[in-house]
T-cell receptor
Framework: RKEVEQDPGPFNVPEGATVAFNCTYS??????FFWYRQDCRKEPKLLMS???SGNEDGRFTAQLNRASQYISLLIRDSKLSDSATYLC???????????FGAGTRLFVKA | DTGVSQNPRHKITKRGQNVTFRCDPI?????LYWYRQTLGQGPEFLTY????????KSRLLSDRFSAERPKGSFSTLEIQRTEQGDSAMYLC?????????????FGDGTRLSIL
């Protein structure tokens, strides 16, 4: 079993749709969690950190469920520019053992 | 801009040659990471530095790979006797250690192609 697992997709959604991604992790001692987006042939860029109480940044909402060991990302009112690969990132104790998921591809269509 | 800088952006070399990549982190960041990414996969952790100390090294990092961060600022990643399977994007990231949960910021990467 992979340490961090994501549905690879692709998710094909129309503009304006709401889409949600889940990510599961195996190490219950994991301490911090992030979502990154990566455009084709570009470097990953931080989208948002994921806090235990859940957090929102504009159209994006991230949630953490420690009991079930998963994190989620919700995108509301999808834009064409949201088309990218979304990477789930889990840090272990000390913050330096960093595991990336393989990513979920999102295509937003006009 | 004081983002993470990597060079070269691209490197094409013949199998068996040695290559070296450089990473300049964000100046106030004392944590530095190297990753390798192949098509369709997320970045795979290679190694981690806290200042000049290499504190973690992945099993992916064979004896042909070595990384240094001699003065706690820039870092180099060297691959000796390159093989076709080394073709990948090599990413460097840095973060602060103000708290344990600081996100990492990535450079543009070095794309390595082995002929």
């Amino acid at each position: 079993r992979k340490e961090v697992e994501q549905d690879p997709g692709p998710f094909n959604v129309p503009e304006g749709a709401t889409v949600a991604f889940n990510c599961t992790y195996s190490n219950s001692a994991s301490q911090s969690f992030f979502w990154y987006r990566q455009d084709c042939r570009k470097e990953p860029k931080l989208l948002m950190s994921v806090y235990s109480s859940g957090n929102e940044d504009g159209r994006f909402t991230a949630q953490l469920n420690r009991a079930s060991q998963y994190i989620s990302l919700l995108i509301r009112d999808s834009k064409l520019s949201d088309s990218a690969t979304y990477l789930c990132v889990v840090n272990g104790a000390g913050g330096f053992k960093t595991i990336f998921g393989a990513g979920t591809r999102l295509f937003v269509k006009a | 801009d004081t983002g993470v800088s990597q060079n070269p952006r691209h490197k094409i070399t013949k199998r068996g040659q040695n290559v070296t990549f450089r990473c300049d982190p964000i100046s106030e960041h004392n944590r530095l990471y190297w990753y390798r990414q192949t098509l369709g996969q997320g970045p795979e952790f290679l190694t981690y530095f806290q200042n000049e100390a290499q504190l973690e090294k992945s099993r992916l990092l064979s004896d042909r790979f070595s990384a240094e961060r001699p003065k706690g600022s820039f870092s180099t990643l060297e691959i000796q006797r390159t093989e076709q399977g080394d073709s990948a994007m090599y990413l460097c990231a840095s973060s602060s250690d103000i708290t344990v949960n600081q996100p990492q910021h990535f450079g543009d990467g070095t794309r390595l192609s082995i002929l």
